[in-house]
């Protein structure tokens, strides 16, 4: 059997979406800025497309800038709004971001940008107070993520949203992971900037967007340079079918979202009920209760996440670690390490992030042969319970 437990990382395309797609690539394929009807027609595509995505998130269809994914959004806000090369500034995230955040931060360092990183409690969650007591008078930025790709913890998006906007300062959140999960409204939550992508909702790769309300949309400095698409802010021709395939996307994803969230919550809870019923010393990584419900992060004592993906990989399974093999050294996830747990809990952890097109006889097949590739390891390892946590 082969099973897909990593969509937390990349979404199969609905077909739906693929068939949308398909006669911008070679019927309907002129460009949106030509002004003959051709390109009148892909222009209208593009419309259509800002439309849904208002809709989904509750903006409006002007604030909606296409992008080449999550990345470029996140890239597009940090160096946007950022007064590089004027002087100084400061910007306010966490340490548990997404590289896509941390290195434009990092990037930003080195040119003069003050960033202050907010520390997370064991759950992964940051305290607003904390964002509060980290403003500045030339804080320029604020950006939190809003769903924790690797542990799933939803952060308090609104309290730290009404902090900035009663400080006038613009608040970002990555909602890479969230948007077409659960519940987002870019009105209700006092959210000035947002960044999405479409392959982690069943939509095309090479594809995202960065929502910007016309307030903030105006001070964004553009990260290319070189045309006059979506008003100014990103020059390069359109990928019409891949904004076609997010509009699609988008839509679909809210439309069946409950539906969708019940089935794939009801999976991730019978998948973490039988791994906590068959394997001892085994524990949550994350929040309980306030998690993204496609994602269980489990550590699994005494072995090692990369060797549990590689041994589960064999029998057909795709999971991920947040560990990354770099230089030959195995490092634990960033994440897991800020939220305080030791290096040998975190290098244990496992991310199972489920999707729509998940079974019942899928799950039952990983709690199947699980126990055994956790047994075979730990008989494998020369750590002892006490070498383990000393």
Same mark, same amino acid.
Do not use: W
């Given at each position: 059997m082969r099973v897909y437990f990593d969509n937390n990382a990349t979404t199969p395309l609905?077909?739906?979406?693929?068939?949308?797609?398909?006669? *911008?690539?070679?019927?309907? *394929?002129?460009?949106p800025m030509s002004i003959h009807n051709f390109g009148n027609e892909a222009e209208e595509a593009l419309s259509m497309a800002r439309e849904r995505v208002a809709e989904a998130l509750e903006c409006e269809p002007d604030d909606t800038i296409f992008t080449s994914g999550? =990345? $470029?959004?996140?890239?597009?806000?940090?160096?946007?709004?950022?007064?590089?090369?004027?002087?100084?500034?400061?910007?306010?995230? =966490?340490?548990?971001?997404?590289?896509?955040?941390? @290195?434009?931060? %990092?990037?930003?360092? &080195?040119?003069? +940008?003050?960033?202050?990183?907010? !520390?997370?409690?064991?759950?992964?969650?940051?305290?607003?107070?904390?964002?509060r007591r980290a403003i500045r008078k030339d804080t320029c930025l604020i950006t939190i993520m809003h769903g924790n790709n690797e542990v799933g913890t939803i952060e308090p998006i609104e309290e730290v949203a009404r902090i900035a906007n009663e400080k006038e300062i613009p608040f970002h959140t990555d909602a890479v992971q969230s948007v077409g999960k659960i519940p987002l409204s870019v009105a209700e939550m006092g959210i000035d900037l947002l960044s999405l992508s479409a392959h982690k909702f069943n939509g095309p790769k090479g594809v995202g967007a960065l929502i910007a309300? &016309?307030?903030?949309?105006?001070?964004?400095?553009?990260?290319?340079?070189?045309?006059?698409? /979506?008003?100014?802010k990103r020059a390069s021709t359109h990928n019409v079918p891949g904004i076609v395939g997010l509009g699609k996307a988008i839509e679909m994803a809210v439309k069946n979202r $409950?539906?969708?969230? /019940? !089935?794939?919550?009801?999976?991730?809870?019978?998948?973490?009920?039988? +791994?906590?019923e068959s394997i001892p010393d085994v524990e949550l990584v994350g929040h309980q209760e306030k998690r993204l419900p496609t994602t269980l992060n489990i550590a699994f004592h005494y072995v090692e996440g990369e060797s549990v993906q590689l041994m589960l990989n064999n029998k057909g399974v795709a999971v991920s670690t947040g560990s990354a093999c770099a230089s030959g050294k195995l490092e634990p996830s960033h994440v #897991?390490? /800020?939220?305080?747990?030791?290096?040998?809990?975190?290098?244990?952890?496992?991310?199972? =992030?489920?999707?729509?097109?998940?079974? @019942?006889?899928?799950?039952?097949?990983?709690? $199947? +042969?699980?126990? @055994?590739? +956790? @047994?075979? #390891? %730990?008989?494998?390892?020369?750590?002892?319970?006490?070498?383990y946590f000393k």
């Open positions: 609905d077909r739906d979406v693929l068939e949308e797609m398909l006669p *911008f690539f070679c019927e309907k *394929f002129a460009n999550g =990345s $470029e959004a996140n890239n597009m806000v940090l160096k946007g709004i950022s007064p590089i090369p004027d002087g100084k500034g400061h910007i306010i995230t =966490s340490v548990i971001e997404h590289p896509a955040i941390l @290195e434009p931060c %990092r990037y930003l360092q &080195k040119h003069g +940008i003050d960033i202050t990183y907010i !520390k997370v409690d064991k759950y992964g969650l940051v305290d607003p107070d904390d964002v309300r &016309k307030e903030v949309r105006r001070k964004l400095t553009p990260l290319l340079h070189g045309g006059e698409q /979506e008003s100014g $409950e539906g969708n969230t /019940e !089935k794939v919550k009801r999976l991730r809870d019978m998948l973490h009920r039988g +791994i906590i #897991l390490i /800020e939220m305080g747990y030791p290096h040998e809990v975190a290098q244990g952890a496992v991310r199972f =992030s489920l999707g729509m097109g998940n079974t @019942e006889e899928e799950v039952r097949y990983v709690l $199947e +042969i699980l126990p @055994e590739i +956790i @047994e075979k #390891l %730990r008989r494998m390892s020369p750590l002892t319970p006490q070498d």
